[in-house]
């Protein structure tokens, strides 16, 4: 009897684990989002950078402004690259050459992401970007959160 109560007890949970998976997509990432980021060079000093991103919910964004301060020198930009989202809200942000700039993982509502930059290697940065607002293709606000 014992047994079949662990057996059961052990398929539901099995059964619920199952049924947790994230369902994430491009569309995930949607609207403006404040991005800082933070690294430490292998080669010595200090980097970062605060950006604001409009992801397009197409697998493109726009960085709409960045300031990067690289061991006391800033420079500012603006660039246009893609990203991908898998359905388990892993990802990456690619370069705009297509290259992958490194790995990404979303929240399932798209209100948060978190970066790990892969390339280059060398750079050891990592970085959150939080939404801050939600837009349609056309600039219209949308009140979904």
Do not use: W
């Not at 991005?35 to 292998?42: E, K, S, W």
């Not at 690619?94 to 490194?102: E, I, Y």
């Amino acid at each position: 009897m014992n047994r079949i109560i662990i057996s059961l007890a052990v398929s539901a949970i099995m059964g619920l684990a199952s049924n947790a998976q994230a369902d994430c997509s491009i569309e995930t990432l949607r609207g403006n989002y404040a991005l800082r980021t933070d690294a430490t060079p292998t080669t010595g000093g200090r980097r970062q950078n605060l950006a604001l991103l409009r992801f397009n919910g197409n697998g493109t964004y726009d960085n709409l402004g960045f300031t990067v301060n690289d061991s006391g020198v800033v420079t500012t930009g603006t660039l246009s690259a893609r990203y991908v989202i898998n359905p388990d809200c892993s990802g990456a942000l690619l370069n705009p050459d297509g290259s992958v700039q490194g790995p990404i993982i979303t929240k399932e509502n798209g209100g948060e992401f978190y970066f790990l930059r892969s390339n280059p290697s060398n750079l050891m940065l990592t970085g959150t970007g939080t939404r801050i607002d939600r837009k349609d293709n056309n600039g219209h606000h949308s009140h979904e959160r």
